[in-house]
């Protein structure tokens, strides 16, 4: 049975390039199959089973070269999808 509609927490707001951000999604069935998503470029990062409560976690090792700039993090099971918006600050050279 469904923990209520699918919704996700981040660590951060904003990381910088070569950085982590940990997302906490919760509100699917036990033991699907979760897809995580950054939206904003389509890319595929893992596809994670929820645990016995419904939640999974995810830690995202932002690469040097990712683009700077707003994206989405998003964990999706077919449509039932839950997104959480953050920013990827450029990488300061010293």
Not at 16 to 24: E, F, K, S, V, Y
């Amino acid at each position: 049975m469904a923990r209520g509609y699918p919704n996700v927490t981040v660590s951060a707001s904003s990381v910088d390039q070569g950085g982590t951000i940990t997302a906490r999604f919760a509100g699917f069935k036990a033991g699907e199959s979760v897809e995580i998503f950054v939206a904003s470029t389509e890319e595929k990062l893992s596809t994670i089973r929820a645990d016995t409560q419904g939640r999974v976690v995810y830690t995202f090792n932002v690469p040097r070269t990712f683009p700077p700039g707003q994206h989405q993090l998003k964990g999706c099971v077919g449509a039932n999808c839950a997104q959480a918006p953050f920013t990827v600050a450029a990488r300061r050279v010293p």
